[in-house]
């Protein structure tokens, strides 16, 4: 397992130095400066996001991209955005299916572990109107590929979002395994792929999705009992 976190910190040191794209550099860059105003004596990260968790871990998690004033200013995936975020509602229900070691995540040093789920993105750097390009998708496709390479245990995915489950697909069609018939996104939808992982779909924990109802506690847990069905997870 040493390996594993020493092949970790080199991946995550890449990502961190990452300057492929620079409209998304630009803003990430201006955000820190101008700040929101509850976090206004703060310094923010303001640069790539890498993933976090359980270097053994057989989870692996994937999220579109960090959010301009959490993970952009805290330095962790889901982290920051706030009493009731998406941090805390991804969180929560991991805590209720075990995989977190509490039930918020507010800043790096809140104690958060991870035990056997490792939390990623697609785009590591806050887009515009949290829409990145399809470029943008594509020159991180190598820091997820990285990624997953030093993570030798995933046997389970879980998209949050369409463009998160588009972008895991489009990385293995990079490996040289396509999946035919294109699977479609669907929320709690499990597909088998062809390196023999389980990809799950899931809505994003976004306070649209939340608050409207369209995502519930309810069944984001259905989608980790569905995950500890899977062999190797239980």
Known sequence: MKEVRTALTDVHSAIVSCELC??????????????????????YWARPVPGFGDPAARMLIVGLAPAAH????????????????????LMAALHRAGFASISTSRHPDDGLRLRDAFITAAVRCAPPDNKPTPEEIGRCLPHLDAELAALPRVVVVVALG???????????????????????FGHGVAHRLPNGQTLFGCYPPSRQNTNTGKLTAAMMDRVFENVREVRGIR
């Open 22 to 43: 620079p409209r998304l550099r630009t803003h990430c860059q201006r955000i820190a400066r101008v700040k929101r105003r509850a976090f206004r004596a703060e310094t």
């Open 70 to 89: 959490g993970a952009n200013r805290t330095g962790r995936v889901f982290t920051g955005d706030g009493i009731g975020g998406s941090g805390d509602f």
């Open 162 to 184: 369409k463009i998160a489950f588009d972008a895991y697909l489009r990385l293995l069609a990079h490996r040289g395994l396509p999946v035919r018939p294109r699977p479609h």
